[in-house]
């Protein structure tokens, strides 16, 4: 269940907002004047969530390749890596 907590608390419960980001891995979102304003999370859950932006970013430039038949088998690519690693 998220978290919310209004905007104040940033400034008055800084330290309880920062231990629930922690412990829980999840974010807290923080509103204003009654409307949602901004999402607080910890900087492993924030790099985390990063990380699978990439991924999934990586993942899709994949498929396209496969879809346009732009790959290189797998024994081929390792057989040029070595040849390089000979010279």
């Not at 330290?15 to 923080?30: D, G, L, R």
């Not at 994949?62 to 879809?67: R, S």
């Amino acid at each position: 269940m998220p978290s919310i907590r209004p905007s104040s608390d940033l400034r008055n419960k800084y330290n309880e907002i920062s231990e629930f980001c922690h412990k829980y891995s999840e974010p807290v979102y923080i509103t204003k004047n009654g409307q949602g304003d901004l999402a607080v999370m910890s900087i492993e859950t924030f790099e985390r969530l990063v990380g699978k932006c990439e991924l999934y970013k990586l993942l899709g430039e994949g498929m396209d390749a496969v879809k346009n038949d732009k790959v290189v088998p797998a024994e081929e690519v390792f057989r040029q890596i070595e040849s390089e690693l000979e010279v």
